[in-house]
């Protein structure tokens, strides 16, 4: 991550460094945030937000879940993303945009505090690595079940939700792997720590049914990318030993775009190298962000 000039800050652009809070924060001891993570991608021409209104739909949803109430419209909120890219002079940049719940009561009930909303852009590498990217992962099964439905809201970005995925990917990452895959609390595949998965067999592909996980935009993209070139496409549950026979696997993420998956557990995926499937939904994909396919696309918000 590379710091840019300003933030967005409660409506006024603050310089980075002044963007603080207080340490009684609510969401600083209890996680009471919500937050998305968005691209802005750029070809040689022109720099295009990727489904930046769809991003802040599923903002609005998940602060409507976590009873957070938004003191500014979606509308204004798009602009200022707009108008902090150009502030910040960026191009091809991550954009996080975090509503939390402020200080006053440090009880569980945040009574009256006062909601404060961020937005941050900044220059970020892909979530797990360029060579992750262009050869794959290790991934392992983290011993950490994935958040229960009716304990954790999985089609909101709590803040405090990922606790779950950061005890997971630092348990992965101590055991040497690049990525921790969680299994739900009935033992099914579920997701990364932020990324949905899919798999392929028999040149079919397979993800997880959104009942129990995030419902990822890059996932929805993946999927439309799939049956435009007539790849057949199912939302079905499936077991950690599905995975390991799978020819090809791969994770979809906005920060980890489409990664594949070279190892998991320790078995080779395939003949561990990226499938050709997973090459074409990667190209298709790139080609679609950074508006070389389709510049009219209703996906691309244009800067
Ligand atoms: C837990 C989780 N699953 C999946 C995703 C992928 O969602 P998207 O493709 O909308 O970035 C994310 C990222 O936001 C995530 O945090």
Same mark, same amino acid.
């Not at 262009?134 to 405090?160: D, E, H, L, P, W």
């Given at each position: 991550?590379?710091?840019?000039?300003?933030?967005?800050? *409660?409506?006024?652009?603050? !310089?980075?460094?002044?963007?603080?809070?207080h340490?009684?924060?609510?969401? !600083?001891?209890?996680?009471?945030?919500?937050?998305?993570?968005?691209?802005?991608?750029?070809?040689?021409k022109?720099?295009?937000?990727?489904?930046?209104? +769809?991003?802040?739909?599923?903002?609005?949803?998940? #602060?409507?879940?976590?009873?957070? %109430?938004?003191?500014?419209?979606?509308?204004?909120?798009?602009?200022?993303?707009?108008?902090?890219?150009?502030?910040?002079?960026l %191009? +091809?940049?991550?954009?996080?945009?975090?509503?939390?719940?402020? +200080?006053?009561?440090?009880?569980?009930?945040?009574?009256?505090?006062?909601?404060?909303?961020?937005?941050?852009?900044?220059?970020?590498?892909?979530?797990?690595?360029?060579?992750?990217?262009?050869?794959?992962?290790?991934?392992?099964?983290?011993?950490?079940?994935?958040?229960?439905? *009716?304990?954790?809201?999985?089609?909101?970005?709590?803040?405090?939700?990922?606790? *779950?995925?950061?005890? #997971?990917?630092?348990?992965?990452?101590? #055991?040497?792997?690049?990525?921790? !895959?969680?299994?739900?609390?009935?033992?099914?595949?579920?997701?990364?720590?932020?990324?949905?998965?899919?798999?392929?067999?028999?040149?079919?592909?397979?993800?997880?049914?959104?009942?129990?996980?995030?419902?990822?935009?890059?996932?929805?993209?993946?999927?439309?990318? #799939?049956?435009? *070139?007539?790849?057949?496409?199912?939302?079905?549950?499936?077991?950690?030993?599905?995975?390991?026979?799978? +020819?090809?696997?791969?994770?979809?993420?906005?920060?980890?775009?489409?990664?594949?998956?070279?190892?998991?557990?320790?078995?080779?995926?395939g003949?561990?190298?990226?499938? %050709?499937?997973?090459?074409l939904?990667?190209?298709?994909?790139?080609? !679609?962000? %950074?508006?070389?396919?389709?510049?009219?696309s209703?996906?691309?918000?244009?800067?």
């Amino acid at each position: 991550m590379k710091k840019s000039k300003y933030i967005w800050y *409660n409506g006024k652009f603050v !310089l980075w460094d002044k963007a603080t809070t207080h340490v009684l924060s609510h969401g !600083l001891h209890y996680g009471s945030g919500i937050f998305e993570g968005i691209r802005a991608y750029s070809n040689k021409k022109d720099t295009y937000i990727f489904r930046l209104e +769809d991003h802040y739909l599923r903002f609005f949803n998940s #602060a409507k879940v976590a009873l957070i %109430k938004i003191p500014y419209s979606q509308k204004t909120l798009e602009n200022a993303t707009i108008s902090l890219i150009k502030k910040n002079k960026l %191009k +091809d940049c991550y954009i996080r945009p975090l509503a939390f719940i402020g +200080d006053g009561s440090i009880g569980i009930n945040p009574a009256n505090n006062k909601i404060n909303v961020i937005i941050a852009a900044f220059k970020w590498g892909t979530y797990l690595g360029d060579e992750g990217v262009q050869k794959g992962i290790r991934a392992k099964i983290s011993s950490f079940a994935r958040m229960g439905v *009716n304990s954790f809201m999985t089609k909101s970005k709590i803040s405090g939700n990922y606790i *779950n995925s950061v005890f #997971a990917k630092r348990e992965a990452l101590n #055991a040497g792997y690049d990525e921790a !895959l969680m299994l739900d609390s009935d033992g099914y595949v579920s997701e990364g720590t932020g990324e949905n998965i899919f798999i392929v067999r028999n040149n079919k592909i397979k993800t997880t049914p959104i009942t129990t996980v995030l419902e990822g935009l890059t996932r929805d993209c993946v999927i439309n990318i #799939a049956k435009q *070139n007539n790849i057949h496409v199912v939302e079905q549950k499936f077991t950690r030993d599905e995975l390991y026979i799978a +020819d090809e696997v791969f994770l979809t993420g906005t920060a980890a775009e489409i990664t594949p998956v070279r190892e998991i557990d320790d078995r080779k995926i395939g003949n561990g190298l990226p499938g %050709k499937i997973t090459k074409l939904i990667q190209k298709s994909y790139k080609e !679609l962000v %950074k508006g070389i396919s389709e510049p009219k696309s209703k996906y691309l918000k244009k800067i």
